[in-house]
């Protein structure tokens, strides 16, 4: 079953020219073992036969934030992992005077395996409790989420970017999305069964608070405070459109898609 995602950061140091930010690294390494592990143990279980949906796997499922007071609407076929418990070879960000800080919260983490394959979503959060990390989302959410899935899917084979990353809006709300996908090597696992040709994976990340234009140069100007992340791994390609029946709903008002088919190419 699908851990949930609790990441920890390293010190932050000013980025290279073509390097990211160690508490981006930090962020990554933790997606990467917990995605690695949980789907190896998803392919192992959809080794065996699968029963058909129950007709209750049609009605959606929800999961609010109250801190945000955001609500995410998911397909009721996936069924939500237990709670995460901390690994202990998570990168951390601590000092003897401040305890651990948590760079990404992932909210809710949650799978779906039937005959035809397996899917993984996990939805996370980035505030300023590190501010490098929440810093480089929000300069440049395509660079962001790029680089991210690239990482994530270096455990799955070699990782290829399938879509460059593609701004949309959510309801006012900055979005970017970028799909990728890693070719396994031919070599079975641990377990004695060969793990999936292909993985594909998307991330999509958005600003949890619209930015306003300052009226005058002199006013500051509005960052954002939040960066809300959806990350999507499937063994089948045909499996990609279930993004479609993601939707989120910001402050009580009408749900909006999480990624628009407009944003696949």
Do not use: W
């Amino acid at each position: 079953m699908v851990s949930a995602i609790e990441v920890m950061a390293s010190t932050l140091e000013a980025p290279g020219p073509d390097s990211i930010q160690p508490e981006l690294r930090c962020y990554d390494n933790a997606m990467v073992l917990r995605s690695a592990a949980s789907l190896l143990l998803l392919v192992c279980a959809a080794a065996f036969s699968q029963p058909p949906d129950p007709p209750s796997s049609n009605l959606p499922k929800s999961f609010h934030d109250p801190l945000l007071n955001i609500t995410y609407f998911y397909p009721g076929r996936f069924i939500p992992a237990a709670e995460p418990t901390a690994l202990a070879n998570e990168p951390a960000e601590s000092t003897s005077a401040a305890p651990t800080k948590l760079c990404a919260q992932s909210n809710l983490s949650a799978s779906s395996i039937s005959p035809v394959g397996t899917s993984v979503f996990v939805l996370s959060t980035i505030d300023n409790t590190c501010p490098g990390v929440l810093h480089g989302a929000s300069t440049d959410l395509g660079a962001f989420t790029r680089e991210q899935v690239l990482r994530q899917l270096k455990q799955y084979g070699d990782p290829v970017i399938t879509q460059e990353p593609t701004h949309y809006t959510i309801d006012g709300h900055p979005a970017v999305i970028t799909l990728a996908s890693a070719q396994a090597a031919d070599t079975p696992g641990t377990s004695g069964i060969t793990p999936p040709r292909i993985t594909y994976a998307a991330k999509a990340c958005l600003f949890g608070n619209v930015p306003v234009k300052p009226r005058k140069r002199s006013d500051p100007v509005d960052q954002p405070r939040h960066v809300l992340c959806f990350d999507f791994t499937t063994q089948q390609r045909d499996l990609l459109p279930l993004m479609f029946s993601f939707s989120v709903q910001f402050d009580n008002e009408s749900p909006q898609p999480l990624v628009p088919s407009s944003a696949l190419r």
